[in-house]
Each structure stands twice: as C-alpha cells, then as structure tokens.
C-alpha cells in the first residue's frame, strides 16, 4: 500500500470522524436510525461531491492556501473575509464540542470525583503540546488513530451485533425528520483538512480523487455501524455522547476520535493565520490554542454546554456557508485556470443549476437548525 496515499486517506478521515460520530445515534434515536441513515447517505453523497470539488480548486490554484486564501483568490477580498469568519466559526465549534466530549468522557473513564472542565483543560495542555510537533508527526498520529477507530468500532460491532433489540431500529419518528441534519452535516465536514491534503499528496497527485473518496466513504460506514449498535442497544435512551452508555473501553473510542480531528483542525486553523493573513507565530498560538480554551472555560461556566446543539449549529452553519462559498470558489476557478494551467488530475461538474441546487440544500439545513 502506498504510504503516501495510506497518510492523505486517513488524514482526512480522521478529520472527519471528530465528535459528530458520538452525537449521531442520539439524534437517529429521536427521528428513528432510517430516517438518520437517509440523511447520512443522502448529505455523504453531498459531502463526497464537494471534497473533490474543493480538490479540485486546490490543484487549480499555486502556492499554499487555506480556504480563506482560495476564497480572496477567486472571489476577492470580501470573499476572504466571508470565508475566514465561516470557517473560524465552523473551527471553534468543533474545537469546543471536542473539548466538551473529552471532558465528560475522561470524567466517565477515570474513576475520581473531579469535575469533567478540569479533564478537559488537561486534554488542551497535552494537545497543545502535541501541536509543537508540526506535520510529519501528525501523518503518524492520524494513521494510526484512525486505524484505532476502525478497530474499535468494528470490536463494537462485532461484540453486541448479535444481542440487539431489532425493535429499536424500525422506529420512526415524523415529527423529528428534520432533527438529524445538523449533526450529520458536523460529522461529515472535512472541508478544511483539503488543502492539508493537497500538500501531503504532493508528487503523487493522480491519487488524490481516490484518496478523497475513499477518505469520506469511511466514516459513512462507520457511522452505519456504530448507530446500528448503540440505538439497537439502547433505544431512545442512548447518551447524548453515545459511547458513555457503554463501559470504559468503548469510551476511549471517543477519546480517539476526537484526538485526531482536533489535531487536524487546529492544524489547518494555524495555516489559515500563517498562510493566508500573514501573522506571527504568537498570534497564531492565542487564536491556535487559547481561544478554544477561553471559550471553553466560558461555555462550562455558563451552562452552554449541549453537545447535540453545538454540533448541530457548528455543522449547518458553517458547513452550509462553506459548501456555498466553495461552489462560487470551483465555478471562478475553472473559467480562470482554464487556459493557463494543465489540466488538474480531479474534474468535477459545476454549472450554475447544480450551484443553486446545492445552496439551496445549504440554506434550507441551516434555517431548519435555527428553527428548532
């Protein structure tokens, strides 16, 4: 297997598969798992377009970038702007909810009675320092923290497949169809690990449309599986962090999921102030490190601490506005480059009906997620 593609398939699923994953079976639960699985399917399908879409702008457009750097590049100042403030959102969301989750999980997972903020204080310090390490050692903490989850989550499959209450998944709920989207969308989004993609594929590029897909399918199973066990177990009683329903092994299960992504994350938030905006390395740190910190601090002290409602929030919002700017992004890029560069190893069809369609799907999630 080629390492370089082993490394670029996993970064981005290990992007991906973050807290989202914990949150899904809670929201199948209350629209019931078809429902969920119709909405997973459905956006994957969505998802895995726009990857390769934004796959493609990376390999159309020179130098390094993050999103808020293609944005200026093809829809000018005011799109950077836009794109930064969608995307921090987006980042900080995701960053707080990983926070919250490692909080309550080694809270669960050690047996002291200390309050869950001081776990997650203590995740940030050894995450921070983690980050020191720079790229190379992430593309070995990715690898293998992804092939923990596979494992874990199959181990989970595996174990409890055969003593499932088959009742619990035929239920469904009508008047919740609409509950599943906002966390479906959180646990699909991978936008902001593409451009990290672009830099570690470098050489071998005619591999990185198979990576991409490959790279999103995955968790699409996973998430398959490990909704079918915890609300085959446990019903509409199952965890708002699904893997504190089970004992202590399972739970490291989210620790390792929420490891990597914010890894990822934090990456590509530090590139985006390094490479697009220019700043230094201590402006980098506070927005980097402190920030997810700070807000943190203040989300626990003030009682804002849904897991469902930050990651469906952070998931339609920010991924709605990212997928619609990323769009406009692909249809500048094709007419500009078209002429001036060869052609780029991934091609995705983008006309203005297939733009509207999808905006279209965007706005409508996010006003349903601000409407509950």
């Known amino acids: 297997m080629n390492k370089k593609f082993l490394a670029t398939t ?18 199948f639960a209350q629209s019931g798992l078809l429902i969920g699985l119709f909405w997973l399917i459905a956006l994957g399908a969505i998802m895995i377009f726009m990857n390769l879409t934004l796959g493609e702008i990376t390999l159309r457009t020179k130098g390094k970038h993050q999103l808020a750097g293609y944005a200026e590049k093809y829809l000018g100042k005011k799109g950077k702007r836009a794109m ?35 776990f997650g204080i203590i995740f940030w310090v050894i995450l921070t320092l983690m980050l020191r390490k720079g790229m190379k050692e992430l593309k070995k903490i990715e690898t293998w923290g992804v092939i923990g989850i596979i494992g874990i989550v199959l181990a989970i499959f595996i174990q409890y497949v055969f003593t499932l209450d088959i009742s619990n998944l035929a239920t469904i709920n009508q008047a919740n169809f609409f509950t599943p989207i906002g966390v479906v969308l959180f646990a699909l989004l991978g936008f902001t690990s593409i451009p990290e993609l672009r830099i570690e594929i470098k050489g071998q590029e005619k591999l990185f449309k198979r990576a991409v897909i490959i790279g999103t399918v995955i968790p699409i199973i996973l998430y398959i599986l490990f ?8 019903g509409i009683t199952v965890n708002e962090v699904a893997t504190l329903s089970l004992g202590p092994f ?29 700043t230094s390395n201590k402006v ?16 626990e002290q003030f009682d804002f601490t849904s897991f469902s409602t930050i990651l469906g929030i952070g998931g339609t919002v920010s991924g709605g506005l990212t997928g619609i700017m990323i769009l406009l992004m692909a249809r500048k890029a094709k007419a500009k480059t078209r002429s001036k560069n060869k052609e780029p190893e991934i091609k995705m069809p983008i006309n203005w009906f297939i733009v509207i369609i999808l905006s279209l799907v965007f706005i409508a999630a996010i006003v349903l997620q601000l409407s509950r």
């Open 84 to 118: 930064f403030f969608i995307v921090i959102f987006g980042i900080y969301s995701a960053l707080l909810a990983y926070l919250v989750g490692e909080g309550n999980s080694f809270a669960r997972l050690i047996p002291f009675n200390v309050p869950p903020v001081v």
């Open 250 to 278: 399972v739970t490291i299960l989210g620790i390792f999921t929420m490891l990597t992504s914010f890894l990822v994350l934090s990456f590509s938030l530090h590139d985006m102030f390094k490479y697009d905006l220019k």
């Open 284 to 299: 980098n740190f506070f927005f980097t490190s402190l920030v997810p910190l700070i807000l943190y601090i203040l989300a």
């Open 10 to 27: 996993f970064t981005l699923t290990g992007s991906i598969i973050g807290a989202g994953i914990l949150g899904l079976p809670y929201v």
């Open 227 to 234: 909704s079918i066990i915890f609300i085959g177990k446990f």
